[in-house]
């Protein structure tokens, strides 16, 4: 087995490592780099527990390898606070009850997170399409779809002043 | 001031914080030094002989430290295990498999990939055997044996009710009616599979396991129990159930692969963790449902029902290792009466051992009552359809009465309140029921089709008073422990186990409201069986009826004490003192008072002579009833005669779960339920073929909804409270899922009605439904 030496940005602060070819970024975050927030839910990339912003583009980490990820930045849940303050997305689940168990919660706010990137102003259409990619089995789907609302309409606010 | 946020109030979770930062503890995220990887070989086969297992490779393989296989398991006799029903299990056989992807042998790696190198290096011989599937096929004479340590593959016969007098009423009746009814087995699948951590400290002897268990107590005594004879006592074992990802019964039962862990701790002195991939989650763990149920029902022509006869086949698997209360094998199938007032009924049912994983646990449910619930009103649709009566106006005349309760049911459950017209009309107000009729009938007249499905269901929760309730031996009582601080803080512990239901926040809240202490600033513990109290955990929607009953009690027992020491610092007699919101008062003297936070200075202070010091109390909560929620839910759909999809137009919910502690999170259970509800109806279901290969390993087979299936859903309530219960609530995670499929069901039905269509089983797939259309003259034809 082949071993590589990696360089990955993660919520902006550099790490590198030695990881065998077959190791996956999922558990590069997980085991070596100890950011558990990232879960893991499926084999098969169905779920989307795993996701995280891959240079601005959210992926199912679990389907990515660590050695892909060399040079790139990436973004997991632990970079969401910014300035110790939860972001709009995060405010959005917690007013709105979009979690539970709170197991799909980090994969669901990264889809999130691209997801108001690309559309500031999605239609409760898009939304449910935007994290189709995202299984959630406790909340039933539409709280959650109401804090990307809130989260959309706080960013908005936030743009205009 | 801090608000007291008690009862009633939409506190938003404290566990949040936690969560939305990427800082929840679950079992995948526990790393402990020098920890040992175990991964399981597991059978191609759902039956064969074993004759060999080759373990040379892959204990050559670079990490590898050992292989653990069922003889070696046999030497210290933990090779098999009790199931909660008083079954045996296989923990790792040691000749023959009989299931695909049983447990055959453990790996221990020093990581993950290696542990997986070694069970892929890991060679078995095996002889396949003849295979039984269905339960039907089980039960003929001569069938292939699935159990060598038993007689035949009947694992047993339960019955309940007057069968003479039901018999009677079916012969008096003007109408019956009869259909057979299969309700498929599905998973759960809660977002995080099962793992654990196991711990073997050989100086002291302990055992710390944590484990996603919902019922952390009855693990340790169980470990305890099967381990004694090997000197690992109960005091010397510590279960920790942290974060849960969902469990929803799935984390009830004890799998092999937590015994296999602890066996290769003890063994490698070093701590081993165990984590399911999905597939092994789906394909070995207990399933729910797979009840074949014949349904007949027998009343009058003018829509009185009058009796009801259930017989059911409820396949097992290879073992029965459901977690149903001892005394109740099919749980508590009998409430299958409904929400209808039935002069008599018979129900029977029989256990069958099949070569597919072990199982019978709920799916979201309180032991059966989905099955119950699910057969009752498919079948009062029928009747209904068969003498041409509205569903709505069929159900409205066969409710049992409000005036009625408490209300004993034809098979003796004493129902404890209920308003069944009241929360049928509010549904039919809310999706404006009579208009949708005209316009089914307006369509229909243009060839399109279009169904309304009621369902007014009857759920039965809260196991249980001690009286009935037991696991393996264990009374089902509640518990809570509390204790106040000196600056009035307070830490409160349960024997219950969140997996999501938000007990963090809610039992707070319970508290608050009985001592006035801000809910803020009570801390809430559970599933460290070192610190909580003893208690049987959550499932069956028991958290709220039994544990927030228990936290109730026992903060009336602190405001008990409170009252003393509030009367000696109020120089006043106890008598004269009353209580309002958060302290005491002189009765008259309203400014004579003394809050509850001056009152728990004062225990460690300042407390009466001759009055022990401190200020807490535990109680083990005995409740003396279950507890009865009910709703009624309705569901509109258009049906595509081209391709059979079933779009669902709309989805009312009327829940009455009685006194709400938090609306937004019972908002929230009520969501998620209704999810699960809808995802057997329309998509979910774990088959196999006629060899035992299981179809649906993963999800791109096993089809959980996503964001764009899931219909949005249309909240109503009505509040009728548990006259028990000492805050008058009925729990409510559940309720959802065992009300919601018959109302999908019956929508799609009724859509098809006029064709002769009486009955559809789940999940009702665009083909399923586009078969059945076709049979009945009912597609588009090109």
């Known amino acids: 087995m082949s071993t590589h030496h990696i360089q990955v940005t993660i919520n902006e ?108 102003h999605p239609t409760e259409d898009e939304i449910r399409h935007g994290i189709s990619g995202n299984l959630c089995r406790c909340t039933g789907y539409m709280n959650i779809v109401k804090a990307v609302q809130y989260a959309a309409d706080k960013m908005a606010e936030k743009v205009e002043a | 001031m801090t608000e007291i946020q008690g009862l009633g109030h939409s506190r938003k979770r404290v566990e949040d914080a936690r969560f939305l930062r990427g800082q929840g503890n679950y079992i995948d995220d526990l790393k402990l030094p020098g920890m040992l990887h175990l991964d399981i070989v597991r059978s191609p086969y759902a039956h064969a002989k074993i004759k060999a297992i080759h373990t040379e490779k892959a204990l050559a393989t670079p990490g590898v430290l050992a292989v653990i296989d069922g003889p070696t398991l046999q030497k210290y006799n933990v090779h098999n295990m009790p199931t909660f029903m008083g079954d045996t299990q296989m923990v790792l056989p040691v000749d023959t498999v ?187 763990d207990s399933f729910g449902r797979d009840y074949h149920i014949t349904a007949e029902l027998a009343g009058m022509k003018d829509g009185t029902l009058t009796s009801l006869r259930f017989k059911t086949i409820a396949d097992h698997g290879y073992a029965d290792n459901a977690a149903n209360p001892s005394k109740f094998p099919a749980g508590m199938f009998h409430i299958c009466t409904g929400s209808y007032d039935f002069k008599s009924a018979f129900v029977e049912v029989d256990g069958v051992y099949t070569n597919k994983p ?261 109680s083990y909560y005995d409740p003396p009833n279950l507890t009865y929620p009910f709703g009624s839910y309705i569901c509109v759909v258009d049906i595509d005669r081209g391709t059979g999809k079933v779009a669902i137009r709309r989805f009312v919910a009327v829940d009455d779960c009685g006194v709400r502690i938090n609306p937004m999170i019972v908002d929230g259970q009520i969501h998620g339920g209704l999810a699960m509800g809808f995802a057997p109806a329309m998509m979910e279901e774990i088959s196999y073929d006629e060899n035992g290969n299981i179809h649906g390993t993963n999800f791109m087979d096993y089809l959980l909804p996503t964001a764009v299936e899931t219909p949005n859903w249309e909240l109503g309530e009505t509040v009728t409270p548990s006259p028990h219960h000492p805050i008058g609530a009925k729990g409510i995670g559940e309720s959802a899922t065992v009300g919601a499929p018959a109302a999908f069901v019956n929508a799609v039905v009724d859509a098809l009605a006029h064709l002769g269509v009486t009955t559809i089983d789940i999940p009702m797939t665009p083909r399923k439904v586009w078969e059945l259309m076709h049979k009945h003259g009912g597609t588009l034809e090109e």
């Open chain 1, 13 to 120: 602060k550099v790490h590198e490592a030695d990881v065998e070819a077959r190791l996956l970024l999922v558990y590069l975050l997980r085991e070596n780099l100890n950011l558990t927030g990232t879960h893991i839910g499926c084999d098969t990339t169905s779920c989307g527990a795993c996701t995280i912003l891959l240079n601005g583009t959210p992926v199912k980490s679990c389907a990515v390898f660590a050695v892909q990820a060399d040079g790139a930045e990436i973004r997991t849940v632990e970079g969401l606070v910014q300035d110790g303050k939860l972001s709009a997305i995060q405010e959005g689940f917690h007013e709105k009850h979009g979690l539970q168990c709170g197991y799909c919660t980090p994969g669901m706010m990264m889809t999130t997170t691209a997801l108001l990137a690309e559309n500031p």
């Open chain 2, 358 to 618: 072990p199982g019978g646990v709920a799916y979201r449910c309180s032991f059966r009552v989905t099955e119950a619930v699910h057969a009752i009103e498919q079948m009062a649709d029928v009747y209904a359809q068969k003498i041409g009566m509205d569903p709505a106006e069929f159900r409205m005349k066969n409710f049992i009465k409000p005036e009625a309760f408490p209300y004993t049911s034809a098979l003796g459950w004493e129902y404890d309140s209920g308003d069944y017209p009241a929360a049928l009309r509010k549904a039919m107000d809310m999706v404006g029921y009579e208009t949708l009729r005209k316009e089914q009938v307006e369509k229909r007249a243009r060839g399109e089709f279009m169904g309304i499905g009621i369902s007014s269901f009857t759920e039965i929760v809260g196991a249980g008073p001690s009286k009935h309730f037991d696991i393996i031996g264990l009374k089902m009582f509640g518990s809570c422990e509390i204790r106040i601080h000196p600056t009035g803080k307070a830490i409160a512990r349960f024997g219950t186990k969140s997996q999501g239901q938000g007990h963090e926040t809610t039992y707070a809240q319970v508290i608050a409201e009985e001592l006035g202490i801000p809910a803020d600033h009570i801390k809430i513990e559970e599933g460290d069986t070192d610190t909580a109290p003893y208690g049987l955990g959550t499932y069956a929607s028991r958290s709220t009826p039994v544990d927030a009953a228990s936290a109730a009690v026992t903060a009336r027992k602190i405001r008990e004490k409170a009252k003393k020491i509030a009367a000696h610092l109020l120089e006043a007699n106890e008598d004269d003192l009353e209580w309002k919101t958060d302290r005491f008062f002189v009765k008259g003297s309203p400014d004579q008072n003394k809050t509850i936070q001056e009152i728990a200075f004062a225990a460690y202070t300042n407390h009466p002579q001759g009055m022990e010091g401190g200020l807490e109390s535990v």
């Open chain 2, 98 to 284: 009989k299931y695909q992807y049983q447990e055959v042998a453990g790996v221990l790696g020093t990581d993950r990939y290696t542990a997986a190198d070694g069970v892929a290096a890991v060679e078995v011989d095996y002889e396949p055997l003849p295979v039984v599937v269905d339960p039907f096929k089980a039960l003929e004479p001569g069938s292939q044996k699935v159990r060598d340590d038993k007689e035949s593959n009947h694992i047993w016969h339960w019955e309940w009710g007057d069968k003479e007098k039901t018999e009677q009423d079916f012969a008096n009746a003007e109408i019956t009616v009869k259909e057979n009814i299969y309700i498929p087995r599905i998973h759960v699948s809660s977002m995080e599979t099962c793992g654990c951590v196991a711990k073997w400290d050989a100086t002291n002897g302990h055992l710390t396991l944590w484990m996603t268990t919902q019922a952390p107590h009855i693990i340790r005594t169980v470990v305890a129990l099967i381990t004694g004879h090997l000197g690992l006592s109960e005091e010397k074992i510590r279960v920790i159930s942290p974060d849960l990802g969902g469990g929803f019964g799935g984390k009830v039962p004890a799998y092999p692969g937590y015994v296999i862990a602890v066996a290769a701790s003890i063994v490698t002195g070093a701590p081993v963790k165990w984590i399911e991939t999905r597939t092994e989650n789906l394909a070995a």
